[in-house]
Structure formats: structure tokens, C-alpha cells
């Protein structure tokens, strides 16, 4: 059984541009969490995805914004970008929808210069 | 914010069980507390959650006192892998459907030989 992968690993982007990260859950799971990870930071809740619908949103700009698909994978977009969103993106699913536990991916390095 | 309050650091004998505590005295009556460790910026990886009784799993045990308002994570016999970031976090309900997990500092545990 595959566990959540995201995608790419690492990322490097200037200041101004867009950025989309990947995320695919793990089999079976059918809701999708982002968070955002600081340098010696906690990770910060983003939103969460549930029937290809935003279930739930932190306390986020409205250029952070997400997309789940069909097959429970989800897309983390980021317009406008600032040099405070350099940070490791974390995606987690979770098997039985949105009150169950949720497992994390690897995390996405990003870099705004 | 965070809900729960840990010890910035903590440090542990290989071999020896390792006790973790958490404060998390806001916390209402329907919300659970889980624990989470994250090893060198990976993703976390869960250990274990409660409501109310005492849990216990392959990885760690959980005790949580009866007012709820603190528990303590305990790894019954450390090893040098267990070195990580502890996360006490309380899972919050938002928008009355999905759930995030809200994120502390951690206690950074270091095991030694």
C-alpha cells in the first residue's frame, strides 16, 4: 500500500510568481489536509478538501487555493508569491473522511527568492 | 493558536521510558488529542490519539488525566531513533464538518546512548 506522496521534493521560485504543488493520497483515503511548515515552526493548518470541495480553511489569504480531484488527489496553489511563504508544504489524508486521522507526506521544500 | 502548552526539550536514556507531557486545559469536551513526531523536516508521523480513556498501541502509550486537561505520552522504552520533534495537538472541528490539527512548538526529545 502506497503511503501520501507529494510532488516535486523541492522547489525554488522568485518573489511574484505562482507555484502549484501536488499531493496524492494515500489508497482508499477521501480527504485531503494542507498545511504550511515554518523554519522551527509547528505546521499550520491551510485547508482541507473533502468530495472535491474546500471543507474547511486556517487563516489564509485567499491566494492559497486548492483543488481535489476524482481520484482524492489535490492540488496546493499559490499566487503572488512572498518571501514569508518559503517553507516545507505538507499534505496529509485521511481513510474515513474529515473527523479521522491523518497521515502525512514528505512535505515540498519551497524556496521564494 | 495552539491549545496545548510542552516543554520545549526533554532528554531520555536509551532503554528508559520516556514521559512526555502536555497541557491542553481549553480543551472542550468533543475535541481529541493526538500525538504526532517529526524526525529531520520529514512528515510527521503518527503515534496515537484519546478522547477520554487511556490509550495503548505498538509505538507509545497515552494517558489522559480525568478533567482532560493535560496527558502524557509515554514511550516505554526509547531508542536512538526516537529522537524527534513530540507534537501534543489538539484536532479541532471547523466549519462544523471537517477537522484540522492544531500545531504547538513541540518538545524536542533527545535520546542517548
Known amino acids: 500500500e502506497t503511503g501520501v506522496t507529494q510532488s516535486p521534493t523541492h522547489l525554488i521560485k522568485t518573489r511574484g510568481q505562482q507555484v502549484t504543488l501536488r499531493c496524492s493520497s494515500q489508497s482508499g483515503h477521501n480527504t485531503v489536509s494542507w498545511y504550511q511548515q515554518a523554519l522551527g515552526q509547528g505546521p499550520q493548518f491551510i485547508f482541507q478538501?473533502?468530495?472535491?470541495?474546500?471543507?474547511g480553511r486556517g487563516n489564509f489569504p485567499p491566494r492559497f487555493s486548492g483543488l481535489q480531484f476524482p481520484n482524492y488527489s489535490s492540488e496546493l496553489n499559490v499566487n503572488a508569491l512572498e518571501l514569508d511563504d518559503s517553507a516545507l508544504y505538507l499534505c496529509?489524508?485521511?481513510?474515513?473522511?474529515?473527523?479521522?486521522?491523518?497521515?502525512f507526506g514528505p512535505g515540498t521544500r519551497l524556496t521564494v527568492l | 493558536d495552539a491549545k496545548t502548552t510542552q516543554p520545549t526539550s526533554m532528554d531520555c536514556a536509551e532503554g528508559r521510558a520516556a514521559n512526555l507531557p502536555c497541557n491542553h486545559s481549553t480543551i472542550s469536551g468533543n475535541e481529541y488529542v493526538y500525538w504526532y513526531r517529526q524526525i529531520h523536516s520529514q512528515g510527521p508521523q503518527y503515534i496515537i490519539h484519546?478522547?477520554?480513556n487511556n490509550e495503548t498501541n505498538e509505538m507509545a502509550s497515552l494517558i489522559i488525566t480525568e478533567d482532560r486537561k493535560s496527558s502524557t505520552l509515554i514511550l516505554p522504552h526509547a531508542t536512538l531513533r526516537d529522537t524527534a520533534v513530540y507534537y501534543c495537538i489538539v484536532r479541532v472541528l471547523i466549519n462544523q464538518a471537517g477537522t484540522a490539527l492544531i500545531f504547538g512548538k513541540g518538545t524536542t526529545l533527545s535520546v542517548s546512548s
Open positions: 496529509a489524508s485521511s481513510p474515513y473522511g474529515t473527523t479521522d486521522t491523518q497521515y
Open positions: 478538501y473533502y468530495r472535491e470541495e474546500e471543507n
Open positions: 484519546g478522547l477520554k
